[in-house]
């Protein structure tokens, strides 16, 4: 079967012009007044676009969050988006949005605002068809703080999809096939700080307990936990301490990220690094921190949802779909943590995200369209 359902040459030009504008426009997590502008801009094109409507949910640190819905049926289907970026203000005038040999560039294209409009372009198909499932009521959920891991919108995915039957995620697809995500670690960070006690490293060293030497010991302990056969990894990426060479130091401290394939592995670990115990007499341990995004796992769900994916991909658009996953997190791990079967990595296919190289394939955009579009209706 050939797809039935496919964007006309003069949408795509559409879509190409308000990608332009969009990217244009500056939308950093942590600006509330550029990330307010950005959503009145989604929610205008949204609305313009598939006649659906939008509620406005407000912020009162970053920008408001967009629910945008169409369709009255009973069952729900969530769409995940985020507009902001990783780029600071500025970045667009000094790169704006560009195309060339098939690709456009600019900050934000790729992670994710070609993303949002493909998907803001699937429903405009499908109503311009008569194709909007009269089952179904369909959530785009737009927010503006998911770079800096969605601390203000967390709470209102999770509270979406547990009421939806299915989550489809925006994110960039594995390069460079354009495979799905159908799983995510999950990630934790912790801080570690180190006190001992501080002497005259030449006068009277016998006196001072070294915070360094004690934190050296504990990063032998933390790295050796990585494990990956169990997909567990566990870097310490960051370490301070000490005043000086001649100075004993009384403090030290380390910044430690853990990756990890189920809530069970995050669990253990968590207890690990919470129970760390000092081995120099004379220092003490503070640890903080814990579980930021639980484990996005592959339930049977999921690998259902996948296999329609694949083969409507294969059936109608002649494309060889494939599986992946990643030690990378998104929104999607917060939803799948509440047990909606999600895929991830629908957004558009290009390269280098969060890199001023960042970049989209245009000739890949209609298929995506098409395939989320027959997503929305079959699942
Ligand atoms: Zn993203």
Redesign the pocket.
Known sequence: MAMDIQIEEEQIKHLLQLLEQCVNMDSPSKDKQLGDRMADWFAKQFAALTGGTVERIPNATYGDQLRCVIGTGPRRILILG?YDTVWKEGEASKRPFSMKDGRAYGPGVY??KAGVLQAIFALRLLKEKGRLPADKQIVLLLNSD??IGSPTSRAVIEREAERAEAAFVL??PTEPTGALKTWRKGSAHFILVVEGISAHAGVDPQKGVSAIEELSRQIQYLHALTDFEKGTTVNVGVIKGGIGANVIADHAEAEVDVRIMTLQEAQRIEALIRGLKPTLPGTKLTVTGGIRRPPMQRTEATGKLFALAQRIAWEELGMDLRESGTGGV?DGNFAAARGVPTLDGLGAQGAF?HSPQENIELSSIPSRISLLARLLEEC
């Open positions: 985020h992670d994710m998911e770079e994110e960039p998104s995200a």
